[in-house]
Nanobody, 123 residues
Framework: QVQVVESGGGLVQAGGSLRLSCAAS????????MGWYRQFPGQQRELVAA???????NYADSVKGRFTISSDNAKNTVYLQMNSLKPEDTAVYYC?????????????????WGQGTQVTVSS
């Protein structure tokens, strides 16, 4: 069993900051990468930021220079530091983790998702 749990969402004024955390736990053999997605009402999830097992980072153009993704591999945790928040950043933020588990004598890799955390930025 693998669990992915987010924390840190909430309400903040425009220009403020929030830090999201996401921890993966359970029968983990490997983590190939972790990332943050967000979903606006009526739209599909979109990538916000991702970090792979080698530390390479990828950001959506809309958050470059404002958001920073980091990880603590020892804790299987990824963070998203969000600065200079805008009302258009308001969304449900989901953590994604590409995790390998050892099953049936081999490593099986799949995506796991957290339950989502609401971020609301007031103007």
């Amino acid at each position: 069993q693998v669990q992915v749990v987010e924390s840190g969402g909430g309400l903040v004024q425009a220009g403020g900051s929030l830090r999201l955390s996401c921890a993966a736990s359970g029968s983990i053999f490997s983590i190939n990468g972790m990332g943050w997605y967000r979903q606006f009402p009526g739209q599909q999830r979109e990538l916000v930021a991702a970090i792979d097992s080698g530390g390479s980072r990828n950001y959506a153009d809309s958050v470059k220079g404002r958001f920073t993704i980091s990880s603590d591999n020892a804790k299987n945790t990824v963070y998203l530091q969000m600065n200079s928040l805008k009302p258009e950043d308001t969304a449900v933020y989901y953590c994604n983790a590409r995790i390998g588990t050892f099953q049936a004598m081999r490593v099986q890799i799949r995506d796991y998702w957290g339950q989502g955390t609401q971020v609301t930025v007031s103007s």
